[in-house]
């Protein structure tokens, strides 16, 4: 079956930097990779989600790239806000069922 | 947020107890899915369900027994359970393409807002 790592588990930085949290899959067939937003006590939101067919996505001060070939996908948030403070889950998902298969979440910090 | 609603938002059980948790949701969608969030394993996937068929049981104990009467209402029905039980239940509902369509079967999944579980 699929296999999701995610890294960092936890990531700090300042307001205004950037932040990264990096995926690494191990099913060649998956071919959608979204990213989840879950703020303290609050359900996971979709916030960014590629498929295999793009190579890079972006939305405002968010995106995402991919490598197929590695199998690896990245969230990439740039000037980066303390309301940005939440767990970034990656997942990546085949076409068998429409079942996904998620990282262990990134606890992201961003002190004011 | 309605799309997805889950009821009971906190329950406190005994490991004898039977209880259920229902999961309703208002987007038309044709997939429902039950995950548990614990600190060991953030998101951990239960079942999925298709077209109201279920299509994944991702190795869960008996103990929880789903059931999808409907493509909009969810349930997962407990019973003797154990103390590493508790966790954040999670429902979520997708709209799943028809094979195919040729666009693949991937799309956003919707999160409910959970069942916090204690199991005593």
């Known amino acids: 079956g699929e296999n999701v790592e995610q890294h960092p588990s936890t990531l700090s930085v300042q307001e205004g930097d950037s932040a990264v949290i990096k995926c690494t899959y191990s099913d060649s067939a998956s071919n959608y990779f979204p990213w989840y937003k879950q703020e303290l006590g609050k359900r996971p939101q979709l916030i960014i989600d590629?498929?295999?067919?793009?190579g890079e996505k972006k939305d405002q001060r968010i995106a995402v790239t991919l490598n197929k070939t590695a199998k690896h996908f990245s969230l990439h948030i740039t000037e980066t806000q303390p309301e940005d403070s939440a767990v970034y889950f990656c997942?990546?998902?085949?076409?068998?069922?429409?079942?996904?298969?998620f990282g262990d979440g990134t606890t992201l910090t961003v002190k004011p | 947020e309605t799309g997805v609603t889950q009821t009971p938002r906190h329950l406190v059980m005994g490991m004898t107890n039977k209880k259920s948790l229902k999961c309703e949701q208002h987007l038309g969608h044709n997939a429902m899915y039950w995950y548990k969030q614990s600190a060991k394993k953030p998101l951990e996937l239960m079942f999925v369900?298709?077209?109201?068929?279920?299509?994944e049981n991702n190795s869960v104990p008996s103990r929880f027994s789903p059931e999808c009467p409907n493509s909009s209402h969810l349930f997962l029905h407990l019973h003797t359970l154990q103390p590493e039980d508790s966790a954040l239940y999670l429902c979520?509902?997708?709209?799943?393409?028809?094979?195919?369509?040729?666009?693949?079967?991937?799309?956003?999944?919707?999160f409910g807002p959970g069942t916090r579980l204690t199991v005593l």
């Open positions: 369900y298709n077209f109201k068929e279920q299509t």
């Open positions: 979520a509902s997708s709209q799943q393409q028809l094979a195919g369509a040729g666009l693949g079967s991937y799309n956003e999944q919707f």
């Open positions: 590629i498929r295999s067919n793009v």
């Open positions: 997942a990546a998902r085949g076409t068998n069922a429409g079942k996904s298969t």
